[in-house]
């Protein structure tokens, strides 16, 4: 009887010792908890730390995260979501942008086709105390001039300062003409700049819920830039009939870019920082359209900054 005793105890210890808090995945043992402000993923097997800058910035509608390296690259995740706990992936509008400068240039989840290429992007912790976010990420991303391809892996972001933006002080139009008389398109509602010194993107959406974005590879600052630049305007159309028009100056096929001219004229910093200026350029529905094109005049921009980090 003593014996049947024992062995129900010493089974008994050994389950308690193999609680669910105890258990891990073998070689989970053997990892380093990341750091605090730690923003790392393996491009094609090789690990790139973007934790010199990170930020994170949110307001009701969208979601960027972003970090720069050493060496003044930079990466950049967007979802169309308010920040919270879940996955976003790019059949719900998530975005992955790499600038990796020199000749190795600009890369984005946009494929040659227009098409958006696989990612997930998933916020595994929110902590809203201290106000920090961790989370996972993969995917692919592409070079339209030198046709490459990147895959990223073991992509992660470990408690990441966020800003929560209130929305509703912006402003973001312009006059848009097709052929038949200009039209003003108002995308003030929750305009907002984000990024950082090699990345940035001013954005908003109408009533509608139809955006428009502007892209800076080379980050915001007062002055004129161009499509020489590789400014990158994308305005969305979408109606639940027609969810894929899309106008952009940027001819992903043909590698070539419509003319746009984005003039930056005041970038304020502190608590009330805002990003002024003013915007002129030709957009096209090159994928699914009839090669009408669209010119946009009188551009105004006066939005609250969300995160940019300034040189």
Same mark, same amino acid.
């Given at each position: 009887?003593?014996?049947?005793?024992?062995? %129900?105890?010493?089974?008994?210890?050994?389950? +308690?010792?193999?609680?669910?808090?105890?258990?891990?995945?073998?070689?989970?043992?053997?990892?380093?908890?990341?750091?605090?402000?730690?923003?790392?993923?393996?491009?094609?097997?090789?690990?790139?730390?973007?934790?010199?800058?990170?930020?994170?910035?949110?307001?009701?509608?969208?979601?960027?995260?972003?970090?720069?390296?050493?060496?003044?690259?930079?990466?950049?995740?967007?979802?169309?979501?308010?920040?919270?706990?879940?996955?976003?992936?790019?059949?719900?509008?998530?975005?992955?942008?790499?600038?990796?400068?020199?000749?190795?240039?600009?890369?984005?989840?946009?494929?040659?086709?227009?098409?958006? =290429?696989?990612?997930?992007?998933?916020?595994?912790? =929110?902590?809203?105390?201290?106000?920090?976010?961790?989370?996972?990420?993969?995917?692919? &991303?592409?070079?339209? &001039?030198?046709?490459?391809?990147?895959?990223?892996?073991?992509?992660?972001?470990?408690? #990441?300062?966020?800003?929560? #933006?209130?929305?509703?002080?912006?402003?973001?139009?312009?006059?848009?003409?097709?052929?038949?008389?200009? &039209?003003?398109?108002?995308?003030?509602?929750?305009?907002?700049?984000?990024?950082?010194?090699?990345?940035?993107?001013?954005?908003?959406?109408?009533?509608?819920?139809?955006?428009?974005?502007?892209?800076?590879?080379?980050?915001?600052?007062?002055?004129?830039?161009?499509?020489?630049?590789?400014?990158? %305007?994308? &305005?969305?159309?979408?109606?639940?009939?027609?969810?894929?028009?899309?106008?952009? +100056?940027?001819?992903?096929?043909?590698?070539?870019?419509?003319?746009?001219? =984005?003039?930056?004229?005041?970038?304020?910093?502190?608590?009330?920082?805002?990003?002024?200026?003013?915007?002129?350029?030709?957009?096209?529905?090159?994928?699914?359209?009839?090669?009408?094109?669209?010119? #946009?005049?009188?551009?105004?921009?006066?939005?609250?900054?969300?995160? %940019?980090?300034?040189?």
């Amino acid at each position: 009887m003593n014996k049947y005793c024992l062995l %129900i105890l010493a089974l008994f210890g050994f389950l +308690n010792s193999c609680s669910d808090s105890e258990l891990t995945t073998p070689g989970d043992e053997f990892q380093i908890p990341l750091e605090s402000g730690t923003f790392i993923a393996d491009l094609n097997g090789v690990t790139y730390d973007f934790s010199e800058t990170a930020t994170v910035n949110s307001n009701e509608l969208a979601t960027n995260i972003s970090g720069v390296n050493e060496e003044g690259q930079s990466i950049n995740l967007f979802f169309p979501a308010a920040l919270e706990e879940g996955n976003y992936t790019q059949a719900n509008g998530a975005v992955v942008s790499l600038v990796m400068g020199g000749e190795e240039g600009i890369f984005s989840n946009l494929g040659a086709n227009g098409q958006l =290429l696989p990612s997930v992007i998933r916020i595994t912790d =929110l902590n809203m105390v201290d106000m920090v976010v961790s989370g996972v990420f993969s995917g692919e &991303v592409y070079n339209a &001039v030198a046709e490459e391809t990147l895959e990223i892996t073991n992509g992660k972001f470990q408690e #990441i300062p966020f800003t929560i #933006i209130e929305s509703g002080d912006g402003i973001l139009k312009g006059m848009f003409d097709s052929g038949t008389g200009a &039209v003003l398109l108002d995308f003030s509602t929750d305009a907002v700049a984000s990024g950082n010194v090699t990345n940035a993107t001013i954005s908003g959406q109408n009533d509608e819920m139809q955006t428009l974005v502007i892209t800076v590879p080379g980050g915001l600052e007062v002055g004129t830039l161009t499509e020489v630049d590789e400014v990158m %305007i994308n &305005v969305s159309m979408a109606t639940s009939e027609n969810p894929n028009d899309v106008y952009t +100056n940027y001819d992903a096929e043909n590698e070539t870019f419509l003319p746009f001219t =984005l003039v930056i004229t005041e970038i304020t910093e502190g608590e009330d920082a805002r990003v002024k200026g003013t915007f002129t350029g030709t957009i096209k529905k090159f994928i699914g359209g009839t090669g009408e094109e669209i010119e #946009i005049t009188q551009g105004e921009i006066d939005v609250p900054v969300a995160a %940019i980090s300034l040189p």
